[in-house]
């Protein structure tokens, strides 16, 4: 089975950068063909995509995070970053990583990461 691990959440005053990670194990020598992406949840609001980076590269991010994040990924280490700069209060919530094999139909999901943004 496919499991997601995030890491690298925490708290940071508005202006300041973190750094996600996500690192897949159960992949096997599959982990280049899964879309991978990051999502979010802030109490009363319903989960947004933030970003997704294709096996091929390709890259797309929600508007509100547009100019500020950026994701990544390295295969060898079978792992999806997000680099998030000049934080803001809004974007405190709860981080999950996904994947989703090219191949296939199976979604998978991390367990999530923490993100405050305070002063």
């Known amino acids: 089975q496919v499991q997601l691990v995030e890491s690298g959440g925490g708290l940071a005053q508005p202006g300041e950068s973190l750094r996600l990670s996500c690192t897949a194990s159960?992949?096997?020598?599959?982990?280049?063909?899964?879309?991978m992406g990051w999502y979010r949840q802030a109490p009363g609001k319903q989960r947004e995509l933030v970003a997704v980076?294709?096996?091929?590269?390709?890259?797309d991010y929600g508007e509100e995070v547009k100019g500020r994040f950026t994701i990544s990924r390295d295969n060898a280490k079978k792992t999806v970053y997000l680099q998030m700069n000049n934080l803001k209060p809004e974007d405190t919530a709860i981080y999950y990583c996904?994947?989703?094999?090219?191949?296939?139909?199976?979604?998978?999901w991390g367990q999530g990461t923490q993100v405050t943004v305070m002063s």
């Open positions: 996904q994947g989703r094999y090219t191949k296939g139909a199976d979604v998978y």
């Open positions: 159960g992949t096997g020598n599959y982990f280049s063909m899964f879309v």
């Open positions: 980076i294709l096996s091929g590269g390709i890259r």
